[in-house]
């Protein structure tokens, strides 16, 4: 194996020595096995490849001080996956099945978890796709669900510096009563474009509004919104939003430090009241946000006034991440020490 320059890792792909699969067959699922090649073996007509019969997680595992690698949340993951499964109608993964897998390729995999301090992570990809050769618009027979595991750095190359974002009303993430809330390859494809215009003008990511009345915050293209007024952790409420396992972790550790949470629509309006705002997810935690920009109405939204995060950011921030690497005590038992 090449040495691997821990610091300066990008958020990519990388080969890993295993991934781990199994497959829906006859009601049933196989016993998970390891796996060397980085490919899938499928046929042309799969319904993953004509209906979008596929959903993922992220998840990730850290190294701590001790050494010792801890994986964040993976039950909350592994029923998330569930949801979803049901939104589109795929064979639901038991949970105990899902654990199993993740703790399988995290330790196959071990030499590929980032030293502690690197600033880097082990991120982990589970993947479950329908299999089935169909022509019909139907649900799929057959499943196979893998995970890989790939060694990342920070999600923004800024790392967690403000970035400035912008809200583009001529685009939606996804539709009132679709797909928004689980996490299927087709949000992230409607988000595709949009996206890349807003790198190309200098943002690093677009706010979506809502897609029916385009007066509230929805969501961050790959994360959850929230913003910071008054002592109160204030998050968007939405039936298109993906429920974020960080932005979970996170309102539970605002209440910890004596704030107010509220989750509930949130107008367009109210960015301009708040003192902080950031966008939070498993691959970044907490991207703290510049400015934000509504191109079509002219009119801009400013949240750091000297370029650095705000206090609230940064103080959640690394209350978060002490948790993830074992430097502060898990109380709420959500990290899995892998033995």
Same mark, same amino acid.
């Given at each position: 194996? #090449? ?8 958020? !990519?792909?990388?080969?890993?020595? =295993? ?18 090649? @980085? /490919? ?10 004509? =209906? ?51 703790? &399988? ?19 982990? +990809?589970? &993947? ?23 060694? $990342? ?5 800024? *790392? ?8 583009? +009303? ?7 009563? *679709? ?5 299927? !390859? ?16 200098? /943002?690093?990511? $677009? ?5 029916? @009345?385009?007066? /509230? %915050? #929805? ?8 913003? %910071? +007024?008054?002592?109160? /952790?204030?998050?968007?409420?939405? @039936? ?9 972790? &996170? ?14 629509? $949130? ?33 801009? =939204? ?14 959640? =921030? ?7 690497? !074992?430097? @502060? ?11």
């Amino acid at each position: 194996m #090449d040495v691997i320059d821990w610091s300066n890792l990008s958020f !990519g792909y990388m080969k890993t020595d =295993y991934n781990v699969r199994c497959h829906y067959r006859d009601g049933k699922w196989s016993d998970p096995e390891l796996e060397t090649s @980085e /490919y899938i073996n499928l046929h042309m007509a799969a319904t993953c490849l004509h =209906y979008g019969q596929e959903v993922f997680e992220g998840l990730k595992a850290f190294r701590g001080k001790d050494g010792k690698i801890r994986i964040f949340r993976m039950r909350e993951n592994a029923l998330r996956l569930q949801s979803s499964c049901r939104g589109i109608m795929m064979a639901e993964l038991p949970v105990e099945r899902f654990e199993e897998m993740v703790l &399988l390729a995290v330790k196959k995999n071990e030499r590929f978890v980032p030293p502690y301090q690197s600033g880097a992570s082990l991120y982990i +990809r589970p &993947l479950l796709i329908g299999t089935s050769a169909q022509v019909g618009v139907k649900p799929a027979k057959e499943y196979t669900f893998l995970i890989f595991v790939t060694p $990342v750095g920070p999600y923004f190359k800024e *790392g967690f510096k403000p970035t400035p974002m912008v809200i583009m +009303r001529e685009y939606d993430r996804a539709a009132p009563l *679709g797909t928004g809330t689980y996490k299927v !390859g087709g949000n992230y494809a409607a988000s595709l474009r949009s996206g890349e215009k807003a790198h190309e003008m200098g /943002y690093s990511a $677009v706010l979506y509004l809502d897609a029916r @009345e385009k007066k /509230y %915050i #929805d969501e961050c293209g790959p994360a959850n919104f929230f913003g %910071i +007024r008054d002592n109160t /952790y204030i998050t968007p409420k939405s @039936e298109s939003i993906l429920p974020s396992i960080t932005n979970k972790s &996170l309102m539970q550790l605002a209440e910890e430090i004596g704030m107010k949470v509220e989750r509930r629509p $949130v107008l367009e309006e109210e960015l301009a009241t708040f003192e902080e705002a950031g966008a939070c997810g498993t691959a970044a935690v907490i991207s703290p946000i510049l400015r934000i920009d509504d191109l079509s109405e002219n009119r801009s =939204y400013h949240f750091s006034k000297d370029g650095k995060a705000g206090p609230i950011c940064e103080k959640l =921030y690394h209350k978060l991440r002490a948790i993830q690497y !074992g430097d @502060e005590p898990d109380k709420y038992g959500w990290v899995t020490v892998v033995e």
